[in-house]
């Protein structure tokens, strides 16, 4: 039995090698394995009572994978935050809080999306803040859906132009909440997403090894990583053409 970690996928209908390339990826996990979903699987999310067509495709392939035997676990990330129990449920996922800690082989690893680790990035962690409180979140679903699209778009929008004058060390990992969260949680490893940072960081700290595993976006190739018989294995492969 494999455990398989994906995240950043950054799904949408536009999208569509990567669409592909998770359908694709979807056949690898076999029966009795796991398969993390580390967030930001949908390029946006605005509430689980939108229906698209492009979702229900997502949720069926989802649901089909749980029925042949795979177990399948979903966390949020800064873009899908807002995914709920009903989605999950139907998809046949099991919604996790950030951070968790699940047991590999023998040691206890901590899984992030990784956003709550930028905390040199002032203004993102402000919108953090803001957008994780259940009552915005709660304002925000009451509104109506063209209004919830609107803002989204907008959001996006406003982003990606405050990240182009962003330093690229801001927009990273702040080392010391890394050892932070290990410490805490009393492990050495630690496995998530977000920085679109693909890469295994090793280090001491107090006399102790430490490992970070850093999840690749899907926006060129696609990425996973796989643990078995011991072993952890990052993943690239290319992206079909649909």
């Not at 979140?137 to 004058?165: G, H």
């Not at 330093?167 to 410490?183: G, K, N, Q, R, Y």
Request: glycine share 6%.
């Amino acid at each position: 039995m494999s455990t398989w970690f994906i995240s950043d996928l950054h799904l949408a209908p536009e999208e569509t090698r990567i669409t592909a390339g998770f359908l694709d990826f979807m056949l690898e996990p076999q029966a009795g394995d796991s398969l993390y979903i580390l967030g930001d699987f949908f390029n946006y999310w605005i509430g689980d009572d939108v229906k698209h067509p492009y979702i229900e495709q997502i949720q069926q392939v989802l649901k089909a994978t749980q029925a042949r035997g795979v177990t399948l676990y979903f966390m949020h990330g800064n873009r899908d935050f807002l995914i709920g129990e009903d989605f999950c449920k139907a998809a046949g996922m099991t919604l996790l809080s950030d951070p968790t800690v699940i047991q590999l082989g023998s040691e206890p690893v901590v899984l992030m999306h990784g956003d709550s680790l930028c905390t040199r990035d002032d203004a993102y962690m402000e919108f953090r803040k803001m957008a994780r409180n259940p009552q915005w979140q709660k304002q925000f679903l009451n509104q109506p859906i063209e209004d919830r699209i609107a803002y989204a778009q907008k959001a996006r929008s406003e982003s990606q132009s405050s990240n182009s004058m962003k330093d690229e060390s801001i927009m990273d990992v702040t080392p010391a909440e890394v050892d932070i969260a290990l410490t805490k949680h009393q492990s050495k490893r630690m496995i998530h997403g977000h920085t679109h940072r693909p890469n295994i960081h090793q280090w001491q700290q107090d006399g102790e090894s430490r490992e970070r595993i850093v999840l690749g976006d899907w926006y060129t190739k696609g990425w996973y990583l796989k643990f078995d018989h011991d072993q952890y294995d990052l993943v690239e492969f290319d992206l079909p053409n649909p």
